[in-house]
Structures are given as C-alpha cells and as structure tokens.
C-alpha cells in the first residue's frame, strides 16, 4: 500500500512517566510545536517504579480540553474488567463534549498489570477479546441516548442512560497486535491502533477493513548524546523489549522490573532513536509515513520532552511534511 499524501502526526503523552503538569505541559508545547493530535495512554500502574507516574487518564483529559484544542485518543483504555463499559462509555462520551467532539476512544483487551487489580482472574486472549467485543457493543449501545438494559455472558447493564453526550459519538479504533485482535479491530472498530510496524499486520487491517484509517505510536528518546538518551529509554522502557505475551501476562511494575533484566542496553540501542540526531528522527518518522499509517504520534522518553518538541516543530516535521 501506498504512504498517504498527508498523515496526520500527533505527540504521545504517556501516562505512566509524567505527572499530569507534565502532560498538560506537553501537549500546550505540542500543539505550539505543529503536532495535530495526541494519545494517552490509561494505566493504573506503570510497568515499573522508575517511571513512577500513573494519573487517572479521564481527569488528564478534561485538563486538557481547558489547555489546548488538539483532538485526544486513548491509547488504549480496557473497558471490562478495571473499568466497565457503561463508565468507559460515560467518561468517553463526557471527554467528547468536552473536546468539542475531538475525542476518540482507543480500546484493547488489556494487560493484567492494569486490569486484574480487583482480584478477578485474568482471562485467556481469547477469552479477553470476547469480553473486548461485548464491552464495544454495550458502549455504542449507550451512546444512542436510550435507556440501556444488556444482559450478556460477560457483562450486565440495568436501568442505564447517559445523558451528557453529543449526536455524533466518538469514534472506537480497536488496539490489535496479533492476529486474532486485528482481525477483531477490522470488525468492529472504526480504526486500527497499534504500536508495531508489522507490515503483515498491517496488510491484514486493510484487506479486512478497507477505508478504515491505521494509526500507530512509538517512543524515542532524546539528548544531546546517544549515551545520555540511550541511558534514559532503558532506565525507564527497557521493559518494551520484552518479547511474546509477556506485557500482557505480568502483573506488578516488580515483575516487569525483573523481566526487563533480560533485555540489554545495546537491545536498547539498537530499537530506539536516541539522541539529537534529526536525520534518524526524521528517518524513524518517514518508515512510519512510507508503511502505511494514517496517524502517527510520537512519543519521548526520559526528562528532556521540551527539547525533543521544540525539535520537532523546528526541522523534523517540517521535513517529514516537506
């Protein structure tokens, strides 16, 4: 498939590393920058206690609707288990009216470090993706303004109306990394997120989903030097190194501390863009613009995101855009 002539790119607030005066912070410099948009991501831990960080994404949000005028994807919020879908649906349709209906709603199937924090078992793939499905039909059904009454194998919903809403709802784009979950984000999903530049998968999106617009987001690190920036991505992200299910499957910041064990510095150092060096940031952005993606966002690693934006706006989109 062919680039498309103009992808939108956004910045990547992650919450697991900024407080919300960072991210609010950011996203003003973002948008003063030239980005277009942003995505949040929505913990209730980070993957590690060096990052140290994890706000409640929907106070974030409403922050910053007041701050800047960017539209705001969740990257990606599990509505079934933490919360449910009639609050996911609620709190989405809020952050909408909020946004001037700017907002779109990111969904996945999770990750036990966020979503089993109740005590509840942590559910197959399979079974998490069925559970994904009828939290998406519950969500849509709220958002037609009648009162609701759901009784399914997962999920039971009595009595229930959501008021404070706009006529056009969100849209939902579905989070897939494998097979199965992007199959499922081309069924019922307005569009497709993801974090990996997987061609297959990304073929697959646009076979099964024609039209449906593919966003993904990544994460370099920026510093005068490579050794500096290389220091703060693995201090803080060596656990996206981690191969397999693993980031699905591990439930405390203690356990993706020990795992991230295995994962070098030159691993590092090899898969991340880090530095000052504007030709590989340049260059990073372009891969993603050449594969096939709608949206991009980006996102920086480690205490110097001022710079990195001020960068930004000064030469690489510029010359991405060019």
């Known amino acids: 498939m062919s680039a498309p002539a103009k992808p939108r790119i956004g910045y990547f607030l992650s919450c697991e590393e900024y407080s919300p005066s960072e991210l609010v912070e950011q996203a003003i410099l973002a948008e003063r920058a030239g980005f277009e948009a942003l995505w949040i ?4 831990h980070p993957w590690n206690d060096e990052q140290g960080e994890s706000p409640f994404v929907w106070t974030v949000i409403g922050a910053l609707s007041q701050a800047c005028s960017l539209p705001i994807t969740t990257a990606v919020t599990c509505p079934t288990m933490r919360t449910k879908p009639t609050l996911v649906a609620q709190a989405a349709a809020s952050a909408h009216v909020m946004l001037n209906g700017g907002f779109t709603l990111g969904v996945g199937s999770g990750e036990a470090l966020n979503e089993a924090i109740h ?4 559910p197959p793939t399979d079974v998490r993706l069925k559970m994904l499905r009828e939290a998406v039909e519950v969500i849509r059904e709220l958002w037609t303004g009648k009162t609701v009454d759901h009784h399914g194998e997962y999920f039971t919903v009595e009595n229930a109306r959501i008021y404070t809403m706009r006529d056009d709802p969100p849209s939902i784009y579905v989070s897939g990394f494998g097979e ?52 703060h991505a693995h201090r803080l992200w060596a656990n996206a190194g981690l191969p397999g299910e693993l980031a699905q499957v591990l439930p405390t910041p203690r356990h993706f501390e020990q795992a991230s064990t295995l994962v070098t510095e030159d691993s590092t150092r090899d898969t991340v863009v880090c530095g000052s060096d504007i030709g590989a940031h340049i260059d990073e952005l372009l891969a993603c613009v050449v594969a096939g993606f709608d949206d991009i966002y980006v996102a920086n690693m480690g205490p110097n995101y001022a710079d990195m934006i001020a960068a930004y706006g000064d030469k690489v989109l510029p010359a991405v855009r060019g």
């Open 41 to 44: 991501s929505d913990h209730f």
């Open 119 to 122: 005590g509840d078992q942590w």
């Open 180 to 231: 199965a979950s992007t199959r499922l984000a081309a069924e019922i999903g307005d569009g497709y997120i993801t974090t990996s530049r997987d061609a297959e998968l990304l073929a697959l999106f646009h076979q099964l989903a024609p039209g449906k617009p593919a966003t993904m987001g990544y994460k370099v690190a920026w510093a005068d030097t490579e050794d500096e920036a290389v220091s």
